[in-house]
């Protein structure tokens, strides 16, 4: 007897200023990017021109298909400001569920493989989260998951969200920096970024996510007592350690000079933490 299996499809939730768009990826190659030529636009001032490309490739292991990413167009032009997966900037990333990526600038998205979705558009300020469990008849459910947004105009995601007068053609802007540069993790900025999409994932999704702080006692006696070059050592030590402890999906910054603070999005029960 011959079992029938439903194709996994693809679909990415970018998120700006204005809009959260979901974007069902079927294609072989896109092209992200401020340029209203690219296939997904990134409206932003701050991303590139041709800020990243997404694709589409059979992971060797288990022969399924998913989308890798790349930094820069298919001729190797690198971005301006970069993009971060899971808080760490990367030139080219398999994509996995659930990965929460940042393109330098003001602009999020997630990754997720799911069953029948369709492109949608739905505005930031029509965004009520409430709603959703409230009143599920004006909701679109998806699959086997709990996942549900307003109902919203369908798109292609070929199609753009703003005029290119909103976009600067020309010149891109230097984004902020999302890294810390001592322990190569993400900063403040980026966990903040990815922690507002999380939140809102996890919302929608009615599924749990933690936050762990955790800081260094007595730094500042190493400091005092074996100078400042040991302790960035120490501090690059442990950003490793903690680094290499969690999962991929987990995000791991630097808060503060000797605190560290982990993210993790995607848990099903507090004990797993």
């Known amino acids: 007897m011959q079992l029938s299996c439903q194709p996994t499809h693809h679909f990415l939730i970018i998120e700006d200023r204005k809009y959260r768009r979901t974007l069902s990826l079927q294609d072989k190659f896109y092209s992200l990017g401020r340029s209203p030529k690219n296939s997904i636009v990134i409206s932003s001032d701050q991303a590139s021109r041709h800020h990243a490309t997404l694709i589409r490739k059979k992971n060797r292991l288990n022969n399924e298909e998913t989308y890798w990413i790349l930094d820069g167009d298919r001729n190797g032009k690198k971005s301006r400001n970069g993009i971060y997966v899971n808080g760490e900037k990367c030139s080219v990333k398999e994509l996995k569920q659930g990965d929460l990526i940042n393109f330098g600038c003001d602009v999020n998205a997630t990754f997720y493989s799911l069953n029948n979705w369709s492109d949608s558009i739905i505005p930031i300020n029509n965004y009520q989260p409430e709603n959703v469990a409230q ?139």
Do not use: C, M
């Not at 004006?138 to 798109?155: A, D, G, T, W, Y």
């Open 135 to 273: 009143n599920p008849s004006n909701s679109i459910s998806v699959s086997e998951s709990n996942i549900e947004f307003p109902h919203s105009q369908i798109l292609n995601s070929t199609t753009t969200l703003h005029p290119k007068s909103t976009l600067n053609p020309k010149r891109t802007i230097k984004g902020q920096r999302y890294q810390d540069p001592l322990t190569k993790l993400a900063n403040q900025q980026l966990f903040k970024e990815y922690l507002s999409i999380a939140l809102k994932n996890a919302t929608l999704k009615q599924s749990p996510l933690a936050l762990l702080f955790l800081n260094v006692n007595q730094f500042r006696t190493i400091n005092e007592n074996w100078g400042y070059p040991t302790g960035d050592l120490i501090l690059q030590a442990i950003g490793k350690r903690i680094k290499a402890s969690v999962r991929d999906s987990d995000i791991v910054a630097r808060w503060a000079d000797d605190q560290f603070v982990i993210l993790f999005p995607r848990i099903r029960k507090s004990h797993e933490i």
